[in-house]
Nanobody, 123 residues
Framework: QVQLVESGGGLVQAGDSLRLSCAAS????????MGWFRQAPGKEREFVAA????????YYADSVKGRFTISRDNAKNTLYLQMNSLKPEDTAVYYC????????????????WGQGTQVTVSS
């Protein structure tokens, strides 16, 4: 079993930056991907970004490309999401997730989830 714990959410103004972190309880599998998803009230959970843990290949949703950066620290088993130029439409609960296998962009493809951290962007 793998536990994922997110941190770093908060209330910011439009244009500000935040960095989210996700600590994994242990190094897990030989080939896996970690990603960030978000869910706004009344909306479905949507893909934000993902990274292959071993090589560091990244993939982003169009809505965050150029503003968000996903990265990982192998030694700390920690995933990050640097969010710049935040917009009110970025307001959501942000979840980190782990997928055993290649990059995926849908929630059902991911095997483990964190509890989420709230990000609120005021205009």
């Amino acid at each position: 079993q793998v536990q994922l714990v997110e941190s770093g959410g908060g209330l910011v103004q439009a244009g500000d930056s935040l960095r989210l972190s996700c600590a994994a309880s242990r190094r897990t599998f030989s080939s896996y991907v970690m990603g960030w998803f978000r869910q706004a009230p009344g909306k479905e959970r949507e893909f934000v970004a993902a990274i292959t843990w071993s090589v560091g290949i990244t993939y982003y949703a169009d809505s965050v490309k150029g503003r968000f950066t996903i990265s990982r620290d192998n030694a700390k088993n920690t995933l990050y999401l640097q969010m710049n130029s935040l917009k009110p439409e970025d307001t959501a609960v942000y979840y980190c997730a782990l997928r055993i296998g290649a990059i995926g962009t849908t929630p059902v493809q991911y095997n483990y989830w964190g509890q989420g951290t709230q990000v609120t962007v005021s205009s």
